[in-house]
């Protein structure tokens, strides 16, 4: 059973320093931590003794010594806190469990609708949640953090998503407040679901690539940009809003956002099934789509791949403005396969700046659908990191009001 933690008697960021020296996984003496730090070796082990105590570090050997007793190392002990990722889609909600290092304890995914609205969604998660923590056997007050993604534009200074097309309902929601209620004294962040699988597939995936466009393929479309190895959200967060940019050459299709020939309209999952049940094959969903190419429908695959020069057409311009090392396509059109990579390479590379094109790389997502989930698990450490009293304090201790994710 594991103890629900006490606050600490030394105060948070003394003791952040040293875990933020800590995070990187080596193990390291009381010794090396001071000349590190430029502390003195007593006030160190104060520190050391702390963490000690509240679970943080934990022993993990002795040093090799040059004569006289081994000096003891200590590293971070990541599972003694953990961080949860909140990944909501049109049609799903996948929730996961994670140490302070991004391993996944615990995971969850079902059919949810996000248009059912905010009260049944979010009392839907916090109760997911909660039964995921307690089946590992551990108190809420554990959880240093929960990390939201929503699927629509979300202002980065309040976390409330603002006119989200395929969410009605929630315009305006203090989706922060309405967790913190449900869940008690656990710090929230909320972000637009691509920017969160942006920073996912870099965390998890992709950590040496400092600059990545992801875009996300499903029922809507999306994008999130990491810009030197950091999200890029600009002034109000609605940075990388690709499925509302006009398709060159489209037809006027009028957009769920009210404006005709967006990309979401022309290539979204939805809109390539309805195209097919048009052609007369029957496709509800993205998921349907999916199937289709799958077992080998070859107007479903060509659909696809139309779908993907929309996207490229799009893309094209975003290379040449952004110069990403690589562009990654998730979502779930792409479980497509190649058709839709094909369709998206074919016109990036014709139509975007040779020296953007020159290293580029275009692929799928190597984080897959865990991408939003392990984001949002990932934001919600890295927040604890930089506010140590999330680490180091009780539940019982009021915990920072965090509306957007910091990455």
């Not at 995914?109 to 949640?129: K, M, N």
């Not at 930089?386 to 009001?401: G, K, W, Y």
Request: hydrophobic share 45%; charged share 20%; aromatic share 2%.
């Amino acid at each position: 059973m594991w103890l629900t933690r006490r606050m600490s008697t030394v105060p948070a960021p003394e003791l952040g320093a040293v875990l933020h020296l800590l995070r990187d996984g080596r193990s390291r003496t009381r010794a090396e931590l001071a000349r590190t730090t430029g502390l003195s070796r007593s006030t160190m082990s104060t520190r050391i003794d702390e963490l000690l105590r509240l679970g943080l570090v934990a022993p993990v050997g002795d040093a090799g010594s040059t004569g006289g007793r081994p000096a003891a190392t200590f590293a971070l002990a990541p599972a003694s806190r953990l961080a949860v990722g909140v990944d909501l889609g049109a049609t799903h909600a996948r929730i996961a469990v994670t140490d302070l290092t991004g391993h996944e304890l615990a995971g969850h995914l079902e059919q949810l609708r996000i248009a059912d609205g905010p009260d049944i969604v979010l009392d839907r998660v916090a109760t997911v949640l909660a039964e995921l923590v307690t089946g590992l056997d551990r108190p809420l007050g554990d959880v240093v953090g929960v990390g939201v993604g929503l699927p629509g534009p979300v202002d980065h200074m309040t976390g409330r998503p603002t006119k989200p097309p395929i969410m009605p309902g929630w315009d305006g929601t203090d989706v922060v407040g309405a967790l913190r209620q449900r869940l008690g004294n656990i710090a929230v962040l909320v972000d637009n679901d691509v920017n969160l699988m942006a920073l996912g597939e870099h965390a998890t995936a992709l950590p040496d690539v400092e600059h990545l466009l992801y875009v996300k393929v499903a029922t809507g479309i999306g994008s999130g940009i990491i810009a030197d190895g950091r999200i890029h959200r600009g002034a109000q967060g609605s940075a990388g809003d690709l499925g509302h940019i006009a398709v060159p050459g489209a037809e006027p299709v009028r957009c769920a956002c009210g404006n005709t020939g967006c990309l979401e309209a022309i290539a979204g999952g939805g809109a390539v099934a309805a195209r097919l049940t048009e052609q007369g094959v029957p496709a509800r969903t993205t998921s349907d789509v999916v199937d289709l190419v799958r077992h080998g429908d070859l107007r479903a695959a060509a659909a696809v791949r139309d779908a993907g020069r929309s996207i490229g057409a799009v893309l094209a311009s975003c290379v040449s403005l952004l110069n990403p090392s690589a562009v990654v396509v998730g979502g779930s059109m792409s479980r497509a396969g190649e058709h839709l990579i094909a369709g998206i390479r074919e016109v990036v590379y014709s139509r975007s700046l040779p020296l953007a094109t020159q290293h580029l790389r275009v692929a799928t997502s190597i984080a897959g659908a865990r991408a939003g989930v392990l984001g949002g698990a990932h934001a919600a450490a890295e927040h604890a990191f930089a506010h140590p009293a999330l680490l180091t304090r009780d539940a019982a201790v009021s915990a920072p009001e965090s509306a957007a994710a910091t990455a």
